[in-house]
């Protein structure tokens, strides 16, 4: 049974900063790709970045500059570190780890975290 746990969220102020993180459990052999997404109320669920098990990366357009998205294979450990933020990032966050097999030659599942807030707000 895979889990993915995040941590981190919470009240801060504009141009404040918070760290994201999101632990994979469970029966891992690899991962692929990993990254976080984002729903604020009233909107769809946006991708913010994403990590590759190379190290790639790719950041929505809103976020460059400003967050920064890193990898702990070892650990099945994802982060996002987020500076100045701005009242538009507050959403619901989101970790996700797709191709993820829980041993040698499985077929890839894609598995999602339960959500961490982010408000940003004075």
């Known amino acids: 049974q895979v889990q993915l746990v995040e941590s981190g969220g919470g009240l801060v102020q504009p141009g404040g900063s918070l760290r994201l993180s999101c632990a994979a459990s469970?029966?891992?052999?690899?991962?692929?790709?990993m990254g976080w997404y984002r729903q604020a109320p009233g909107k769809q669920r946006e991708l913010v970045a994403a990590?590759?098990?190379?190290?790639?990366?790719n950041y929505a357009d809103s976020v460059k500059g400003r967050f920064t998205i890193s990898r702990d294979n070892a650990k099945n450990t994802v982060y996002l570190q987020m500076n100045s933020l701005k009242p538009e990032d507050t959403a619901v966050y989101y970790c996700?780890?797709?191709?993820?097999?829980?041993?040698?030659?499985?077929?890839?599942?894609?598995?999602w975290g339960q959500g961490t807030e982010v408000t940003v707000s004075s």
């Open positions: 469970g029966r891992i052999f690899s991962i692929n790709a």
């Open positions: 996700n780890a797709d191709g993820l097999r829980d041993y040698s030659g499985s077929p890839p599942y894609e598995y």
């Open positions: 990590i590759s098990s190379g190290g790639s990366t």
